[in-house]
């Protein structure tokens, strides 16, 4: 009879642990006040960028270990500002903005160490959708965290056209950059 009342006692101790080990950890959603992500570009004749400010974000995290296990990104492509309206309209025309009006990443590992992140996902751009790893700084105040990096892709992975000035073509890579913050 002891040894039943022991085996009920681990499986509800199993029981409370699997169900509250979730139980402190919430989704916050991004200020879009203070977050941006921002591209640059590279043609012969200049270098230009363009910053969105219309960052969706959300990130799971749990309260008592501090880390983050699960992170979503959603841009759109018309909101990117570049300071100059004819090289944004041709850029949602060479992107096909209306038929691939975002671009998302979404995580599937999270590694967490102290001020350092490292994510695994996809991102999905121009309707295609690559695996890409993010090196994240984690910065902490005591109201909130920014999370912050830099990462590279190529045009033509995502078959995408690359635009041209005067006939002559960007070059394919696209420096990606971000900075966004999350209220704790």
Request: charged share 25%.
């Amino acid at each position: 009879m002891r040894t039943l009342e022991n085996l009920i006692a681990i499986i509800i101790l199993f029981v409370v642990f699997a169900f509250s080990s979730g139980a402190d950890s919430r989704k916050i959603v991004a200020d879009k006040k203070t977050s941006t992500v921002t591209y640059a570009m590279s043609h012969p004749a200049h270098d230009w960028e363009g910053v969105c400010k219309d960052v969706n974000a959300v990130i799971v995290y749990d309260d008592n270990t501090k880390n983050i296990s699960q992170v979503a990104v959603s841009l759109k492509v018309d909101a990117f500002n570049s300071g100059n309206a004819n090289r944004d309209s041709h850029a949602i025309e060479v992107l096909e903005g209306l038929k691939y009006p975002k671009v998302t990443f979404t995580s599937n590992k999270i590694k967490n160490d102290n001020t350092t992140i490292v994510a695994e996902g996809n991102l999905t751009f121009h309707g295609v959708t690559k695996p890409i790893t993010i090196t994240v700084t984690r910065t902490n105040s005591d109201k909130r965290m920014a999370l912050e990096g830099k990462f590279d892709i190529l045009l033509s992975q995502f078959q995408i056209e690359r635009p041209s000035l005067f006939g002559v073509k960007t070059k394919d890579e696209v420096k990606m950059s971000f900075k966004v913050f999350f209220p704790l």
